[in-house]
């Protein structure tokens, strides 16, 4: 949708151009490391906030707590993320990252912005 305001139009390009090449990237990286969209964008939301219980990470998915649950039980065997005791309520169980979790988060951001450093390379040689 164009602007009066040639900047404001170049800025929606840009935004276009980055999102689409983040995007592209990050499920390339879904597919390379063998976690479907879901899971990565659970792993990463459980960066974000440092741990998350079952039901708040069903809200941010959009699913049941049952189909959160399911995928997390994935998550655990492949030793991406540890269930643990709340500790103001030991009936609620809170999910962490492992540090295998967390290099997996840390892959995802650098394929992410991989497309970053290769226009700054190339900005640099012109």
Known sequence: MPHNDPFVDKLHEWIE???????RDFIRYSRESGLSVSQLGA??????IGSSGVTDLGDHLGVTSAAASQMLDRLVR?????RLEDP???????????DKGLRVIHEGMRARQRWLVDLAQTMTCL
């Open 17 to 23: 151009v980055s999102m689409d090449r983040s995007i």
């Open 78 to 82: 492949q030793g991406l993320i540890l």
């Open 43 to 48: 792993l990463f939301h459980i960066h974000r």
């Open 88 to 98: 103001s309520d030991r009936r609620v169980k809170q999910v962490v990252l492992t």
